[in-house]
């Protein structure tokens, strides 16, 4: 039968270029974000997270963006190299009486092109 | 300082069988949070667990269950197993419980469960 699963969106970049990742979120109340790093075979990789007190946070090599107005986070990797091929995901945690719940976007499958 | 550890790495049952995983969390880490991933449905939360409590669970029937030790590790069981429980499951840990301040969330390896 069909295997039937997720539409998982795709980004290309050239070695050195910068990717923009993006994400819509689904819950105004969500109040802590994060962005998850997966390579095949392993658990997602924590790489940055963001307050909703915050519009921009910074990183090694990465910055996350996050627009309120609009549920929208993106994650901007510089200077991309063949390492950084990979599903990202973002998260989101709806504060107080949510735990560390967290739900996950689908992910972006992100390939660098030497 | 250790990662999570998650045993064993991959398991093979069949149906009607029951499994149990366990996660060793970040030392000094108290929240254990337990994750489902398929290529289906993505990641989608189980449950947490602090203080030997669980704190939330996700939408996922009473086959799904778990516990946490005082030392805080975790093992989660699934009863009476079906195809469609074959998945990669994954524990995360924290330190604290709760967004009330910047509370990083690390996941393990993974384990990776057929059902034959």
């Known amino acids: 039968g069909e295997s039937v699963g997720l539409h998982l969106p795709t980004l290309s970049v050239q070695e050195g270029d910068n990717s923009i990742i993006n994400c819509a979120y689904s819950n105004s109340a969500s109040d802590y974000f994060i962005w998850y790093k997966q390579e095949s075979g392993k658990g997602p990789q924590f790489i940055i997270d963001?307050?909703?007190?915050?519009d921009k946070r910074q990183g090694q090599r990465v910055t996350v963006l996050l627009n309120k107005t609009v549920k929208h986070l993106s994650l901007q990797i510089a200077a991309t190299q063949p390492g950084d091929s990979a599903v990202y995901f973002c998260a989101e945690n709806m504060g107080r009486g949510a735990g560390n719940q967290f739900y996950f976007g689908t992910g972006t499958s992100l390939t660098v092109i030497p | 300082k250790a990662g999570v550890t998650q045993t064993p790495r991959y398991l093979i049952k069949t149906r009607g069988q029951q499994v149990t995983l366990s996660c060793s969390p970040i030392?000094?880490?108290?929240?254990v949070s337990w994750y489902q991933q398929t290529p289906g449905q993505g990641l989608q939360f189980l449950f947490e667990y602090f203080s030997e409590t669980q704190r939330n669970k996700g939408n996922f029937p009473g086959r799904f269950s778990g516990r946490q030790f005082s030392n805080s590790r975790s093992e989660m069981n699934v009863s009476t197993l079906e195809l469609g429980d074959s998945a990669l499951y994954l524990c995360a840990s924290s330190l604290r419980q709760g967004s009330s301040s910047y509370n990083e969330q690390f996941f393990g390896p993974g384990t990776r469960l057929t059902v034959l």
């Open positions: 030392s000094g880490h108290r929240s």
């Open positions: 963001i307050r909703s007190n915050m």
